[in-house]
């Protein structure tokens, strides 16, 4: 079965700090991923998603970036962090079914705070 | 681009009451939905999906969610809570000409509260 490992769970980041969230996908091979950032009292919204490796798609301009530096891989990263990055990062992959549509799962997420 | 409305911030149930959750999404074209859940400390997990057939979905743990297509709306259904089903419930829609990837757009979730 799949399974989708994020980390680290909880990070607290002095303001202008670097950045790296790590995810990783066991189970399936060349899955769709998804970063997504949950802040409070809003809803989950999209940052990046990969079709392939080192193939990175972003939907909102941003103090962040993505890689996919293999398969299963996806990792989040900024130079210099912002306040306005404190939330929660969740990534997710994701599978065609037979009923023709495709469904994100998700990992347990990364809690960042910047100080 | 699409959006999706949660009209319902924060519900409070008690146990064995009917529950209804509000989703209208607005996208002209034809779309996936998707209801999520999150309880207490645990990941985002899917409740249930809708892609196509039947507008009326059934899910795990009770849950179904009825696609009316004229009202742009998903809403979702229980017919008797459980204290357990308290959670953060996330209604979410993805347009389904997007391409390659499946991008999904996100409500700001509703609140439930059981209480016994």
């Known amino acids: 079965s799949q399974t989708i490992h994020q980390w680290p769970a909880t990070l607290v980041q002095p303001v202008g700090s670097p950045l790296s969230l790590e995810c990783t996908v066991e189970g399936t091979s060349n899955p769709n991923l998804y970063w997504y950032r949950q802040a409070a009292g809003r809803g989950l919204q999209l940052l990046f998603y990969?079709?392939?490796?080192?193939?990175i798609s972003s939907e909102v301009p941003q103090n962040l970036s993505a890689s996919r530096p293999q398969d299963r891989q996806f990792i989040l990263s900024s130079k210099k962090l912002l306040l306005s990055d404190s939330g929660f990062y969740l990534c997710?992959?994701?599978?065609?079914?037979?009923?023709?549509?495709?469904?994100?799962?998700f990992g347990p997420g990364t809690r960042l705070l910047v100080l | 681009a699409q959006s999706v409305s949660q009209h319902n911030h924060h519900v409070i149930l008690s146990e064995a009451a009917s529950l209804e959750l509000g989703c209208n999404y607005s996208?002209?074209?034809?779309?996936?939905l998707f209801w999520y859940v999150q309880y207490p400390g645990q990941h985002l997990q899917l409740l249930l999906k809708y892609f196509s057939g039947d507008p009326l979905v059934k899910g795990i743990k009770g849950f179904e969610a009825e696609f009316i297509k004229s009202k742009f709306s998903f809403n979702l259904r229980k017919p008797s809570v459980q204290w357990s089903d308290t959670a953060e419930y996330f209604c979410?829609?993805?347009?389904?000409?997007?391409?390659?990837?499946?991008?999904?757009?996100f409500g700001t979730g509703t609140r439930l509260q059981v209480t016994l």
């Open positions: 979410a829609v993805n347009a389904r000409d997007t391409g390659t990837a499946s991008k999904l757009t």
């Open positions: 996208y002209g074209g034809t779309v996936n």
């Open positions: 990969s079709v392939g490796i080192g193939q």
């Open positions: 997710a992959w994701s599978a065609w079914g037979l009923a023709g549509g495709e469904t994100q799962y």
